[in-house]
């Protein structure tokens, strides 16, 4: 569904320890069969309304030891400038994969979200060299982290089902074509057992949510698999 624009602005010695370290975590730890993770949950509103993604990351890093509200990471979250503009039937706009898009504080204005790389990138200036992508990998190695008593930040619809193909729409942005849906929405994964996927839900403000582990997958494969979490100490 998506093109994701991948940036190179970690420096490579970083990124091969923390994916060498992934990897290791990912060979020897022992997948649970349930998991319920006890991590802060934060409501966006009414700061936020379009704010989702640094709230989710705000849970993530306050679970992580680090001092920090979601008020502070919708500030330094990379923002695309990118005008707004429809012509001839197109919508010509920013690349999510680039930085938030829109306005984060108002519905008044138009504006609808950003995608992982930008909040991995926020992320790392808190917890430089522990930050690892999990982006398109497998469910099971989400397991992984989870089994550790770590949480993860994802990107999913505010359905948790998978979206028919009229819920999305194309836009044209300075990288090329990219499909997206307002129905985008962030959550931090804290659980999961033999029926559920549990999440903190930062619209309304729920924690430990619970969603059929088969919808809640379907969602976040067809929103790009996006998922970024830390690496423990």
Same mark, same amino acid.
């Given at each position: 569904f998506f093109t994701h624009i991948m940036g190179t602005e970690k420096s490579q010695e970083q990124e091969t320890i923390a994916q060498s370290v992934s990897d290791d975590i990912v060979s020897f730890v022992k997948i649970k069969e349930k998991v319920l993770i006890d991590a802060p949950v934060i409501k966006q509103l009414p700061e936020l309304p379009r704010g989702c993604e640094v709230t989710s990351l705000a849970m993530l890093l306050q679970h992580g030891g680090i001092q920090t509200n979601k008020i502070e990471l919708a *500030?330094?979250?990379?923002?695309?400038?990118?005008? &707004?503009?429809?012509? =001839?039937? #197109?919508?010509?706009?920013? =690349?999510? =994969?680039?930085?938030? +898009?829109?306005?984060?504080?108002? !519905? #008044?204005?138009?504006? &609808?979200?950003? !995608?992982?790389?930008? $909040?991995?990138?926020?992320?790392?200036?808190?917890?430089?060299? #522990? $930050? @690892?992508?999990?982006?398109?990998?497998?469910?099971?190695?989400?397991?992984?982290?989870?089994? %550790?008593?770590?949480?993860?930040?994802?990107?999913?619809?505010?359905? !948790?089902? *998978?979206?028919?193909?009229?819920?999305?729409?194309?836009?044209?942005?300075?990288?090329?074509? @990219?499909?997206?849906? &307002?129905? *985008?929405?962030?959550? %931090? +994964?804290?659980?999961?057992?033999?029926? =559920?996927? &549990?999440f903190n839900d930062p619209l309304t403000g729920t924690k430990n949510k619970a969603v059929l582990k088969e919808d809640f997958i379907a969602a976040w494969k067809q929103m790009g698999r996006q998922a970024i979490t830390y690496l423990p100490d």
């Open positions: *500030e330094k979250v990379k923002k695309d400038p990118t005008p &707004y503009k429809k012509e =001839n039937g #197109r919508i010509y706009w920013g =690349n999510p =994969n680039n930085g938030f +898009i829109g306005d984060m504080y108002s !519905y #008044r204005k138009r504006g &609808y979200g950003v !995608y992982h790389k930008p $909040i991995k990138d926020l992320a790392e200036q808190y917890l430089p060299g #522990r $930050i @690892i992508d999990l982006t398109g990998g497998e469910f099971a190695e989400l397991k992984t982290y989870l089994s %550790l008593n770590i949480p993860i930040w994802v990107v999913v619809n505010s359905t !948790y089902k *998978e979206l028919s193909e009229a819920a999305f729409q194309t836009w044209h942005t300075p990288d090329g074509e @990219i499909k997206i849906t &307002y129905r *985008e929405h962030s959550v %931090l +994964i804290t659980g999961y057992d033999n029926k =559920n996927i &549990y």
